[in-house]
């Protein structure tokens, strides 16, 4: 189902929209506030967040205006901190701070922050993007780690063993892989409902191979590339295949 009024939007917003509508993959539950309101309602934001997870560990996450848009991307740029128990009120209130003050001094009207549940017995994490990032080429481009057990080893740049695996899109149905065809399954449907076929998901599977998607992002540089290369790569294909035979 698509929705033609979609719009990219926040991080929060868009996981928030995603959690009504995405029917194939995940997105966890979502505690979102206004970054400038935190000052002044410090205790009341604590109490409504401990009420929404109690006893849980939590992750404090970024979701400023200019973390992500059409035109350009701030990946990685602000503040997301793991594993924070909900009950101990110093814990949250000091990575709330910390994320806010990743925001710099010009905090817009529009800065949030983004409380939701810690996802633990984790398979795989990574990105992937619904093309090739450089040329825009058809591929699905997943970069993964499997092995840490950790949803942030990708985005954070910290694994040196992550893997790359690169599909074309219109062969998804002869993926072999059960954990990665229901990704991918997903990532159809998150394209189909922001009707984008330019997008890049932060994503984690957990060992029952449930898919959570934690991130929705356009792919700012899909403005520069060449709009007539995916006719030119599957007619290259095609061409592959008969010699082959």
């Known amino acids: 189902m698509s929705f033609n009024n979609f719009n990219f939007g926040t991080k929060a917003n868009n996981l928030d929209f995603l959690q009504k509508h995405l029917e194939t993959g995940k997105v966890c539950s979502s505690y979102i506030f206004n970054a400038k309101a935190w000052e002044n309602k410090k205790d009341l934001i604590y109490s409504e967040i401990v009420n929404k997870y109690p006893n849980k560990l939590i992750i404090v996450r ?11 991307s701030f990946a990685g740029k602000y503040l997301s901190l793991l594993e924070v128990s909900s009950n101990i009120k110093d814990d949250v209130i000091k990575a709330i701070n910390q994320v806010i003050n990743s925001y710099g001094e010009n905090i817009s009207n529009k800065d949030q922050v983004l409380i939701q ?10 990105v992937v993007f619904s093309h090739d990032l450089t040329t825009g080429s058809p ?5 993964y780690d499997d092995k840490s057990g950790r949803t942030d080893t990708i985005t954070s740049g910290s694994d ?6 690169t599909i074309y899109r219109k062969e998804v149905n002869k993926i072999s892989s059960s954990r990665f065809f229901s990704l991918l399954k997903t990532v159809k449907e998150i394209e189909e409902i922001t009707n984008s076929n330019g997008v890049d998901i932060e994503f984690a599977i957990t060992k029952e191979e449930e898919v959570y998607i934690f991130q929705v992002r356009p792919i700012a540089v899909s403005k520069n590339w060449n709009r007539s290369i995916s006719k030119e790569v599957d007619n290259a294909i095609s061409q592959i295949k008969i010699f082959l035979d």
């Open 62 to 72: 970024s979701s400023a205006e200019s973390e992500d848009s059409q035109e350009s």
């Open 117 to 126: 549940p810690f996802i633990s017995n984790i398979s795989v994490s990574g």
């Open 160 to 165: 040196d063993e992550s893997r790359t695996l």
């Open 139 to 143: 591929y699905y481009v997943i970069n």
